[in-house]
T-cell receptor, first 117, second 114 residues
Framework: AQKVTQAQTEISVVEKEDVTLDCVYE???????LFWYKQPPSGELVFLIR??????QNEISGRYSWNFQKSTSSFNFTITASQVVDSAVYFC??????????????FGKGTHLIIQP | DAGVIQSPRHEVTEMGQEVTLRCKPI?????LFWYRQTMMRGLELLIY????????DSGMPEDRFSAKMPNASFSTLKIQPSEPRDSAVYFC????????????FGPGTRLTVT
């Protein structure tokens, strides 16, 4: 069975600090997809990134970066120079099988990130 | 292009009443998903469809829940009869698997059963 663990329930940092959100996953499939979503206080779920199991390249998008390591089954998310607008709940998710987005997502419990001014 | 559309955005009903949630996926997307979010259980998959066919409904809590997708542009999630423990935010999402694989979520329906 697949499982996603986000051990950090809540993180609070001061603006401009760097912060890393941890995600550890479990799956028996060799083909799978990993995702991060952001849920701001308004409640919608905003897609941030997708990685497939064959692509371990790290990715950077502006202040956001992702570190995918199959050896430790981790897909961590780092925000550099955090801003108050980054305050939200962040979810890591897993989808098994070659269907990728055609299969349901298993979500972690989420990490509530608080950026203090 | 419009995103996933859900209605109603908020629903308050009394225990025992029938509740119907609606979803219109993004045009051209052929996979549709229903999720539920609660404080206790987090985000959990209820059911999903590929090309209007239900693929996996193992997440549906019990027989009081049913979902249909009569065509590519419309889906419903029905709860009959509703119970207070069904109170949650229900999200619909759609994706186009041959393409980018991402699931795009609607704004959600906040259901309160009193």
């Amino acid at each position: 069975a697949q499982k996603v663990t986000q051990a950090q329930t809540e993180i609070s940092v001061v603006e401009k600090e760097d912060v890393t959100l941890d995600c550890v996953y479990e799956t028996r499939d060799t083909t799978y997809y990993l995702f991060w979503y952001k849920q701001p206080p308004s409640g919608e779920l905003v897609f941030l990134i997708r990685r497939n199991s064959f692509d371990e390249q790290n990715e950077i998008s502006g202040r956001y970066s992702w570190n995918f390591q199959k050896s430790t089954s981790s897909f961590n998310f780092t925000i550099t120079a955090s801003q108050v607008v980054d305050s939200a709940v962040y979810f890591c998710a897993l989808s098994e099988g070659s269907g990728g987005g055609a299969d349901g997502l298993t979500f972690g419990k989420g990490t509530h990130l608080i950026i203090q001014p | 292009d419009a995103g996933v559309i859900q209605s109603p955005r908020h629903e308050v009903t009394e225990m025992g009443q029938e509740v119907t949630l609606r979803c219109k996926p993004i045009s051209g997307h052929n996979s549709l998903f229903w999720y539920r979010q609660t404080m206790m259980r987090g985000l959990e998959l209820l059911i999903y469809f590929n090309n209007n066919v239900p693929i996996d409904d193992s997440g549906m809590p019990e027989d009081r829940f049913s979902a249909k997708m009569p065509n590519a542009s419309f889906s419903t999630l029905k709860i009959q009869p509703s119970e207070p423990r069904d109170s949650a935010v229900y999200f619909c999402a759609s994706s186009y698997p041959p393409g980018d694989h991402e699931q795009y979520f609607g704004p959600g329906t906040r259901l309160t059963v009193t």
